[in-house]
């Protein structure tokens, strides 16, 4: 298989697929990776500090940038911003959704913080 730089929405995509409860087998077949790809991006998110059950916030803003560089993940950095923004406002997830779309270069995340 070829090289295929692989987008930030997708690395988003394929985690709100696993954090859902879908395996590994389903979310591949879903997001259209190959498995070793999304196993590798599972485990990296996984080894930060995410955890299917009740996500476990403190694990990810202990992690240092450092970290996350060495893991090779540099596509979850906007997923540390927003963690530390959303802890630093005081703020909760209200509502998320993800639009795939043909019309723009990527798709698209939304959510509502409160």
Do not use: P
Not at 9 to 37: M, P, Q, S
Not at 63 to 69: H, N, Q
Not at 90 to 109: A, Y
């Amino acid at each position: 298989m070829a090289f295929r730089e692989v987008r930030v929405f997708e690395v988003r995509e394929l985690l709100r697929l696993w954090l859902a409860g879908e395996g590994i087998r389903a979310t591949e077949r879903l997001v259209g990776f190959d498995r070793k790809t999304v196993r590798r991006y599972v485990d990296a998110a996984v080894g930060l500090g995410l955890v299917r059950d009740a996500g476990d916030q403190a694990a990810w803003l202990a992690a240092s940038l450092a970290d996350i560089e060495h893991a090779g993940q540099q596509e979850l950095l906007n997923w540390f911003t927003a963690m530390g923004a959303v802890q630093e406002l005081g703020l909760s997830l209200e509502w998320s959704t993800f639009v795939e779309t043909h019309c723009f270069n990527s798709n698209k995340v939304f959510a509502i913080w409160r």
